[in-house]
């Protein structure tokens, strides 16, 4: 059974840090991109990282310089450090492991709220 299990969320003040966590099962993590995704309330969900099997980064232009995402392929483990954050960033984070040779096979985790108030 596969699983992605986000944490890490909460709430955090305007210029403050946070540091998700997912943690997959049952999948060979180590021949999957990892992604982190973000929907706010109203808003359609939004690509924030990804961070392919190999190691390359992309990042959405609006955390670029802000957020940093990594990998532990010894844990299972795909991070999010996000600094400077703002009320924008308020939403739900949501992991998602894809398949190096197609994204029909994916996986996504439940999902862990990010509030910055305003």
């Known amino acids: 059974q596969v699983q992605l299990v986000e944490s890490g969320g909460g709430l955090v003040q305007p210029g403050g840090s946070a540091r998700l966590s997912c943690l997959a099962s049952?999948?060979?993590?180590?021949?999957?991109?990892m992604e982190w995704y973000r929907q706010a309330p109203g808003k359609e969900r939004e690509l924030v990282a990804r961070?392919?099997?190999?190691?390359?980064?992309n990042y959405a232009d609006s955390v670029k310089g802000r957020f940093t995402i990594s990998r532990d392929n010894a844990l299972n483990t795909v991070y999010l450090q996000m600094n400077s954050l703002k009320p924008e960033d308020t939403a739900v984070y949501y992991c998602?492991?894809?398949?190096?040779?197609?994204?029909?096979?994916?996986?996504w985790g439940q999902g862990t709220q990010v509030t910055v108030p305003s």
């Open positions: 998602n492991a894809n398949h190096r040779l197609t994204r029909a096979i994916s996986f």
């Open positions: 049952g999948i060979e993590f180590v021949i999957f991109d």
């Open positions: 961070i392919s099997y190999e190691g390359t980064l």
